[in-house]
């Protein structure tokens, strides 16, 4: 079942073009990996589903991109609303300055979900449950967030993000900055997490496209090439351009 | 390795060795310029804190104090007429002085010295009647010449100190009747026509209240200010304009501001003349753009990466700025408000504008009551021609270095409490 689908849609930071006609449809509690070489678009792709090109003043968004047929590329959308329903993880971690409690707690105090000290325990609880650092910090709550490893401050940061539960969470490079210990243990949550939620990720590393997604998008210089599921895409693609860059004769 | 490259290596090691060496001259030179600087005002100012007694013995007559009553009450000693004895005291110090000279010996005191007999029964009642050692003040005069800078060599009729006194005062030196102890009544006392009683307790106040409204009024303008354009305000031409325009204001003269301060604050508002009220706020004008300044650049140094966290978890503009961004961005502001602060504590000119350069002998209670302050202080110090002033000068310079220091050190506590939180 299609939980988002884009169509025609073009991004343009001022007179230059980023995105050229990327339509895409994104499977609802499936991982969609979108992989190519720096630069193709795919991260701006990926900002567009939770709308973060609002804060960059020269970018503007044309065409349709709906979610549960609610069109998300529309002045009239509220933004905090879709954020609260679409999480996003980092390419670098970005825990705030905070306890590791206020860390997680932050999203459910500003969208008003708990209603009580002990719901709030409870969520921050099966956030970090859930994102598997709950027995790493679980006595140290209130111990800066900045203060934990690299590979602890980016599960604390899907923490956060899962706190609110959303229905989608974008991930842009979430392991980039981690070490093959912590990537082998996001990638992991990453299957836990798509029973109850969908995800789209965008990778520089195939091998970890290839282990977490059930679909796989190939961009090139802002073009979405191929899109299917992520058997075909490594095994055996449409296209020339694709099987070049999978195959690593080109990127 | 050839020639040329050795040669070329050496030239780049004498280009660093000579390089570092020009950085200690100009540190060293530094250094010595600001040990000059403290020299002279530590050698000069250090006598100020040091008030010079005379002591010598009242007899507090009844009969002198025209008090009628058996058992005086506080009242019959509160209007006691101390004339007479007050004039005893010092006179007695030579009984065989002809009476047209005794202004000589009563103009070694401070001309206050009536009001510090009255002072001295009034808090033990049950001296009346007794002899007993009273100290008095002694005149600018002799406490230079008790301090060793007035020159006793010169011709006597370039003297303001004459032969006669100066034989009293070197006899009641040899008895140990001059007495030298640390001066409260400079921190205690408002300022005074004569340099043995004048204090820095008005100009003081009036520096610690100016610079409350000055903070009161340019922190939260200038911080809302800040926050407006730097998360709020859109990129266009007219911010831009915005933005050089507080980069202007910061480099124009304070003067300028006083001119301002004299004509819409004074003259339109009819606020209250010499008061830190207008002095504050004058003073805020110039903080304004400095703290802008800095708190523009310290909200431009969060990481964006924190922004857009919040951003991403559906916080709005407005939480994204006041939970994150402002928080994180304290330290930076507040030392530049502290920075700010720093120049309108040593500034004159445009409190001598709106008129804080009057003569206040009173101490200030409030921002409304007229009040100098230290730096005008000490303009108005270094414009008197009595000795005694001199050394005043320096002390009072001293006093707003201290203030200085202190007001940093806070401001560095403050500024480690919050980064301790945030980091």
Not at chain 2, 243 to 253: F, G, S
Not at chain 2, 310 to 319: E, I
Request: net charge negative; hydrophobic share 45%.
């Amino acid at each position: 079942m299609s939980k988002i689908k884009a169509e025609n849609v073009n991004v343009y930071y001022g007179s230059k073009q980023a995105l050229f006609d990327v339509s895409i449809d994104i499977a609802e509690k499936e991982v969609t990996a979108l992989i190519g070489p720096s630069g193709c678009g795919k991260s701006t792709f990926l900002r567009c589903l939770n709308r973060m090109n609002d804060v960059i003043d020269i970018c503007r968004v044309e065409g349709s991109i709906k979610m549960d047929n609610l069109e998300l590329n529309s002045r009239k959308l509220d933004v905090v609303r879709l954020r609260e329903n679409v999480g996003m993880v980092f390419q670098k971690p970005n825990p705030f300055p905070k306890t590791i409690y206020e860390n997680v707690a932050y999203g459910p105090t500003i969208h008003g979900i708990a209603q009580s000290k002990e719901e709030m325990d409870q969520i921050v609880e099966t956030s970090l449950k859930k994102a598997a650092l709950w027995n790493e910090v679980k006595d140290r709550l209130d111990e800066i967030g900045t203060g934990l490893s690299g590979g602890q401050q980016q599960r604390l940061c899907i923490a956060r993000a899962i706190s609110v539960s959303p229905e989608v969470i974008l991930m842009d490079e979430p392991c980039s900055a981690l070490d093959p210990i912590a990537t082998a243990q996001i990638e992991e949550l990453i299957d836990d997490l798509k029973k109850e939620v969908t995800i789209v990720i965008v990778t520089h590393s195939m091998s970890q496209a290839a282990r977490v997604s059930q679909k796989t998008g190939f961009f090139h210089l802002g073009k979405l090439i191929e899109f299917g599921s992520t058997d075909k895409i490594f095994k055996n693609p449409d296209k020339q351009q694709t099987q070049d860059y999978i195959t690593g004769r080109f990127g | 390795m050839n020639s040329f490259k050795k040669n070329l290596l050496k030239k780049r090691y004498n280009a660093e060795r000579r390089f570092q060496w020009y950085g200690k001259i100009a540190i060293g030179l530094a250094l010595s310029f600001l040990a000059v600087f403290m020299f002279q005002i530590f050698s000069k100012g250090y006598s100020a804190f040091q008030k010079t007694w005379i002591v010598t013995e009242v007899h507090y007559d009844k009969e002198l104090l025209l008090i009628d009553a058996e058992s005086p009450s506080k009242d019959d000693l509160e209007n006691a007429d101390y004339y007479d004895v007050a004039y005893k005291a010092m006179t007695s110090l030579d009984p065989g002085l002809p009476e047209e000279e005794d202004r000589q010996l009563i103009q070694m005191v401070s001309y206050k010295y009536e009001a510090e007999v009255k002072d001295l029964l009034l808090k033990n009642p049950d001296y009346l009647g007794k002899i007993v050692p009273i100290k008095l003040t002694a005149s600018d005069d002799i406490d230079q010449v008790h301090k060793g800078n007035y020159p006793r060599d010169i011709p006597e009729k370039n003297r303001r100190v004459n032969d006669y006194q100066l034989q009293i005062y070197d006899m009641l030196n040899e008895r140990g009747d001059i007495l030298s102890e640390f001066n409260i009544s400079f921190f205690t006392n408002p300022d005074s026509r004569e340099a043995e009683l004048a204090g820095i307790a008005s100009s003081f106040m009036g520096t610690v209240f100016s610079i409350l409204v000055c903070l009161a009024f340019s922190f939260p303008v200038a911080v809302l200010a800040a926050i407006y354009l730097e998360e709020f305000a859109p990129k266009n031409k007219f911010t831009d304009f915005i933005e050089v325009n507080i980069n202007n204001l910061a480099a124009v003269p304070s003067i300028v501001f006083g001119l301002l301060g004299l004509g819409i604050l004074l003259a339109v508002f009819n606020l209250p003349r010499s008061t830190p009220l207008v002095g504050g706020i004058t003073l805020s004008l110039m903080t304004l753009p400095t703290i802008i300044i800095a708190a523009r650049a310290s909200l431009k140094a969060v990481p964006p990466s924190i922004r857009e966290a919040a951003l991403a978890m559906g916080a709005s503009n407005m939480q994204t700025t006041m939970h994150h961004t402002v928080p994180l961005s304290m330290p930076g502001t507040l030392s530049g408000t502290i920075i700010g602060l720093a120049q309108a504590l040593g500034e004159t000119a445009p409190l001598i504008l709106i008129g804080m350069v009057a003569f206040v002998n009173t101490i200030p209670g409030t921002p409304v009551d007229p009040a100098a302050s230290l730096p005008v202080q000490i303009y108005i110090w270094s414009e008197s021609a009595e000795r005694g002033f001199v050394e005043k000068v320096s002390a009072c310079i001293m006093v707003l270095l201290a203030f200085l220091i202190l007001m940093n050190l806070a401001a560095q506590i403050v500024r480690h409490k919050f980064e301790k939180k945030w980091s």
